[in-house]
């Protein structure tokens, strides 16, 4: 049972234009929620995250949209930058049977081109 | 934020053997997590390694084939135990707080041939 999706394994977009990631979850009882990159060899790394209270966050050029009643958050990059390619891991996060976990998403390539 | 210092880095193992991995956080953590990406996978989560006490394992995953210690609160250990080819792998420490980020090590590579 994948409690936090994302359906898109691979995005390209073109340099200086927005990337828009989506990540759907199925549990409501996550109340935090991340965003991460990943290069490889490399530890996933932490970008912005938002809480279950707000729908927006914002942080320089990433910007994450939560819409609780869809189950749904997005990240949005713009300007998108070469630099940017990577993995992009969603996160939920909750207490959940008397211990607090944190349950990834399966990932979306970013492909930024020159 | 944290820094958490994994190793080995990587590590090419014989199966039928076993490998410990270990994980140091530069400062006090509530929370210390073992996660395995296989490749072209998510992360999945295998346990939470808890001060003091077992760990609490995600289904799937056993404290005989994946034992845990967490002997302080910026110290734990992940043994791979009778390694097969499947557990090849990357294995990830991480660390934080509720409500807040998760910090991540850089990953233990895991091939075992």
């Known amino acids: 049972d994948q409690q936090v999706k994302q359906n898109s394994p691979s995005l390209s977009v073109q340099e200086g234009r927005i990337s828009i990631l989506n990540c759907d979850y199925t549990?409501?009882?996550?109340?935090?929620f991340l965003w991460y990159k990943k290069y490889p060899a490399e530890g996933p790394t932490f970008l912005i995250s938002?809480?279950?209270?707000?729908d927006k966050n914002e942080d320089g050029r990433f910007t994450v949209f939560l819409n609780k009643s869809a189950k749904h958050l997005s990240l949005h990059i713009v300007p998108s930058q070469p630099g940017d390619s990577a993995v992009y891991f969603c996160a939920a996060s909750a207490g959940i049977s008397g211990t607090y976990k944190y349950i990834f998403g399966t990932g979306t390539r970013l492909k930024v081109l020159a | 934020s944290a820094v958490i210092s994994q190793k080995p880095s990587r590590d090419i193992c014989q199966r039928g053997t076993s490998l410990t991995i270990q994980c140091q956080v530069d400062?006090?953590?509530?929370?210390m997590f073992w996660y395995r990406q296989q490749p072209g996978q998510s992360l999945t989560l295998i346990a939470t390694a808890n001060q003091g006490s077992e760990a609490t394992y995600e289904s799937g995953f056993v404290i005989d084939k994946f034992p845990i210690s967490r002997p302080n609160l910026t110290f734990s250990t992940l043994t791979v135990s009778n390694m097969s080819p499947e557990d090849s792998s990357i294995y990830l420490c991480?660390?934080?707080?509720?409500?807040?980020?998760?910090?991540f090590g850089q990953g233990t590579r895991l091939t075992v041939v």
């Open positions: 400062s006090q953590v509530t929370m």
């Open positions: 938002i809480s279950s209270i707000k």
């Open positions: 549990n409501s009882m996550f109340d935090y």
């Open positions: 991480s660390a934080g707080t509720p409500d807040t980020e998760a910090f």
